[in-house]
């Protein structure tokens, strides 16, 4: 990162983040992280979140020191919760409402959903096709038929919803627009992306932009099979994403969804034989952080943000069965009188499709989510886990609910467990579990982690593939393993004692089949002392996977002499993710011992060193993209 003068005009706090790597060249935009805080968590009536820098600028990092001999002298890597959060596109509101609550220091920026969430709205985005055909006029839209490729590149303002059918894959730069649409009774009857068919994906790619003025919702999916919504910035919609009737497997996720005037995401009568995931979201200001709803079947939020919601972080009502909440982080902007923070809700519509359908609600589990409540508790039902209506209990409307290893702040009641065994109707005997950690808890999140991933990898979704072990090696210390390192480093030089050759190697265990794509990312995260000038990489096979992160050093090192994959001919960028297409060696060791491990050298004597995240780097990690 680099800081600039700030004019005036904007708060003396202000810092200036430049992206050199906006497609339409360098930009420059300024965040404001010195703003007035909303009146203490109080609702303000729908305020413009402050412009956003794109989704991966140069981040604040302290980087290693180096002596003038070329030998690495350990710095730890530091990464400031606020600047991931600029980084990630997250409004200044947000920021200021975050850190302004008591327990922000204490445990709330350290809550383990909120670095996983930017983590993955940080993450590289996917690499486009070859064969994606670019649009760049509204025009253009019309020619999306079912069974393309995609690449919408510019600021598109639509006139009614983008349709998208069957076997059709679109990458989105820039914005979509949508406004003054009808309502009907106050609901949105139109949405910006409008998605039916089956193998359907819509991915965002730098901060792409769904954008309303209240009157359509961002993603409406009904009739579907297979969807993936991913990536994408929404704002002022009425709903960020709605799987409405005959939904049955969808995934949306790594979505930052603000200025909602509902539910953040909602489902009615879907999930059935499939699963509808919600994953890895940062939701900030809707009235409620999703709703699980009538007759919904196989529902899951996993790790999602929910900030600043004034009724509801999240609930399931109306028939909904076997769906789940896991691992969410909650912090609620205000009590309403019939607020709760999380659970299952009643307002007499449960029983009133428990009496047109039979079908209870039932077999919903609530896992190790935190929720923070508001500043003051107000009186009435503020309780931490809503309980359903007394006329639901007696009616038998509802089955076993399960809340395991929860944990608030800033509640009137934790119920934490509901027990309705004494009704004949209802299974008896749901155990409460309250500890976080414990067997039946830790077992339960990894079922559902496992369950995602398949769910995942069917609708298609780009996943990555994180090195199992990497390091790099130094004919200056031949003796040194630096396997614990937080960067590679590759440098050829005239003369001893300043070559480097760095190592990665990945598991492929996780594949099921050959990928159709297979892409190396590699970030570059600062260069050496030698000045600006060319920095070429070579990536090479390494066939030998019998090497090993903490006992490779110089004298031991594998062999650098595997076929060329690739060259980057200019590593040099600080803050370049750069990309090499590795399908044909990740198919092949596929196909081989399901380990696949390269070697990154310098060319004789180019003499200028270049530094890559290694997999200690948070930040800056090496992956396998797998399409």
């Known amino acids: 990162m680099k800081t600039h003068p700030i004019p005036s005009h904007h708060h003396p706090l202000a810092f200036r983040f430049r992206n050199k790597n906006h497609p339409s060249g360098p930009t420059s935009r300024v965040f404001d ?112 038929v079912p069974g393309g490729v995609y690449h919408l590149d510019g600021d598109f303002v639509l006139s009614g919803s983008l349709n998208v059918r069957s076997n059709t894959t679109l990458y989105v730069s820039g914005s979509l627009t949508l406004k003054n649409q009808s309502m009907s009774n106050g609901w949105a009857t139109k949405a910006v992306v409008d998605i039916s068919g089956a193998n359907i994906r819509v991915i965002g790619l730098d901060n792409a932009k769904i954008v309303s003025d209240q009157t359509a919702s961002g993603f409406w999916v009904y009739d579907a099979t ?62 409620d952080g999703y709703d699980f709803d009538y007759k919904s079947t196989n529902c899951i939020a996993f790790e999602n943000v929910i900030v600043g919601t004034s009724r509801w972080v999240g609930y399931m009502e109306e028939g909904t069965q076997s769906s789940r909440t896991v691992g969410n982080l909650g912090v609620m902007a205000k009590w309403f009188g019939e607020s709760h923070m999380m659970g299952i809700c009643d307002n007499g519509t449960t029983l009133r499709t428990f009496q047109l359908t039979g079908r209870l609600t039932m077999n919903n589990y609530f896992v190790k989510n935190v929720v923070y409540g508001p500043t003051v508790t107000y009186t009435g039902r503020a309780d931490y886990w809503a309980m359903p209506g007394t006329g639901d209990i007696e009616a038998n409307t509802y089955g076993p609910i399960y809340m395991w290893g929860n944990s608030g702040y800033n509640y009137a009641n934790q119920t934490g467990y509901i027990d309705y065994s004494g009704h004949p109707n209802l299974q008896p005997g749901v155990p409460k579990i309250a500890d976080p950690n414990a067997p039946e808890v830790t077992s339960y999140i990894q079922q559902t982690k496992t369950t995602i991933s398949a769910v995942e990898e069917t609708v298609g979704a780009p996943r990555n593939v994180s090195a199992e072990a990497d390091t790099y090696v130094w004919n200056g210390g031949p003796t040194i393993n630096y396997g614990t390192s937080t960067v590679l480093v590759v440098k050829d030089v005239y003369g001893p004692g300043y070559d480097r ?121 090496p992956v396998i993209e797998i399409q």
């Open 33 to 144: 992280v010195g703003a007035s805080l909303l009146a203490k968590f109080g609702i303000a009536s729908k305020p413009a979140p402050t412009p956003r820098p794109s989704r991966n600028p140069l981040r604040v990092i302290r980087l290693p020191l180096f002596a003038a001999a070329g030998a690495l002298i350990a710095a730890p890597l530091q990464a400031d919760i606020s600047a991931d959060m600029v980084a990630a596109g997250i409004s200044t509101r947000a920021f200021n409402f975050l850190e302004a609550h008591p327990r922000w220091d204490s445990s709330l920026k350290s809550e383990p959903t909120l670095a996983t969430v930017l983590d993955a709205l940080n993450a590289p985005d996917p690499t486009v096709p070859a064969n994606a055909q670019v649009i760049t006029t509204v025009a253009g839209l019309s020619g999306i």
């Open 226 to 287: 297979n969807v993936l919504i991913q990536g994408f910035d929404i704002g002022f919609t009425e709903q960020a994403f709605t799987a409405r009737w005959n939904v049955y497997t969808a995934v949306f996720r790594n979505n930052y969804c603000h200025d909602l005037s509902r539910r953040a995401i909602h489902t009615v009568s879907s999930g059935g034989a499939g699963y509808i995931v919600a994953k890895h979201n940062f939701i900030d200001w809707a009235s």
């Open 501 to 621: 050759i760095s190592y990665l190697r990945f598991p492929l265990s996780s594949l099921t089949a050959q990928a159709k794509t297979a892409t190396l990312k590699l970030k570059v995260t600062q260069i050496g002392g030698e000045g600006a000038g060319n920095r070429t990489v070579e990536v090479r096979q390494l066939t030998n996977d019998s090497w090993t992160e903490t006992g490779t050093v110089w004298n031991n090192r594998p062999a650098s002499t595997g076929t060329l994959i690739a060259t980057i001919t200019n590593a040099g960028t600080v803050g370049q993710t750069y990309s090499v297409d590795v399908t044909d060696y990740v198919n092949a060791q596929y196909l081989s011992d399901k380990k696949v491990s390269f070697v990154l050298i310098q060319p004789s004597s180019v003499g200028k060193a270049a530094f890559f995240g290694s997999r200690e780097n948070a930040p800056a990690v």
